[in-house]
């Protein structure tokens, strides 16, 4: 019968201590989710209204309490059906098209691994740990520097994470009994399983298309998407050498560094903010307009 988190916890435990500390978590859990959510709105107003990140996020907040408060947690459950049906479609149709250009296999889970179209007899991931090294990075597949200990618990914070979400555990506070509350929820984990099963693929079609397509480009020639991602600031090219060339590489690697600078080069001359990559993926890739503006659409939704 309770309807928030602490005013449950409170009446499990018996204890107003109880409720205190699970307001106090709940209010932190909160500051940090909505930041970056409210992160995400302000890229994709950034991108398609063409202002600067910062008044992205300012209209996005505008716009979420706008609906927020007038419509009720009624309103937000039936919104958050329809955002899951846009949000679904749009992060899933683009990575089939690009699966279908870069290997000729539909399902993106089976292209991450596969030969790729333009060049039979070479896979995918071989191919990205190629360019990624080229370029003085570690190679794409590399384990990195955790062990085997560090992978484990960061899956399971991730899984935690996962059941904590608001998607999830406000599925207790909408429906009238417990047996909806499970079966809601169920619905919510198959959907983010759908989403967390892709994401690799979706890594790696867009790191593959970006180091093929920017590196070692004339400035003056970049693509459309380039030129309208770097006027919300979130795309930085500074040409370091003069040459009117973007060199994109890892200037941190010592070695690879030294050679750089044989060859001219002086310094990284491309920042991309890591938040930009989904909603960019299908520009680069250069799929329909359609679809970019469903990618954007979908964006909206998932922020």
Request: proline residues 4%; charged residues 15%.
């Amino acid at each position: 019968g309770k309807y928030t988190v602490p005013d449950f916890v409170g009446e499990r435990y018996y204890s107003q201590t109880a409720r205190v500390v699970a307001l106090v978590c709940a209010i932190f859990v909160s500051f940090t989710y909505v930041a970056g959510q409210m992160r995400g709105v302000g890229v994709v107003f950034a991108r398609f209204l063409e202002v600067p990140v910062e008044w992205g996020v300012v209209i996005g907040m505008v716009i979420v309490f706008i609906y927020t408060v007038t419509g009720g947690q009624k309103s937000i459950t039936y919104t958050q059906v329809a955002q899951y049906c846009v949000l679904i479609f749009a992060y899933m149709l683009p990575t089939f098209f690009i699966s279908l250009l870069l290997t000729d296999t539909l399902l993106p889970q089976i292209g991450f691994g596969a030969e790729l179209h333009a060049e039979p007899g070479i896979f995918l991931l071989d191919k990205l740990d190629g360019l990624s090294q080229d370029l003085g990075f570690a190679a794409y597949t590399g384990r990195g520097s955790k062990t085997i200990i560090d992978v484990f618990f960061i899956t399971l914070s991730l899984m935690a994470g996962t059941a904590g979400l608001p998607h999830v555990i406000t599925r207790f506070f909408t429906v009238p009994r417990v047996k909806d509350a499970r079966i809601s929820a169920g619905w919510a984990l198959l959907f983010i399983v759908i989403l967390y099963a892709t994401a690799p693929a979706v890594a790696a079609f867009a790191r593959i298309n970006l180091l093929t397509s920017v590196h070692n480009t004339e400035y003056a020639n970049v693509p459309d998407w380039f030129s309208k991602w770097e006027g919300t600031g979130l795309i930085r090219f500074s040409d370091k050498n003069q040459d009117g060339r973007i060199q994109y590489y890892n200037d941190q690697n010592p070695a690879f560094a030294e050679r750089a600078t044989a060859q001219g080069w002086n310094g990284n001359e491309l920042r991309i903010d890591r938040d930009i990559i989904v909603l960019a993926n299908p520009e680069i890739a250069q799929l329909p307009a359609w679809i970019i503006a469903l990618v954007a659409a979908g964006g909206l939704a998932a922020a």
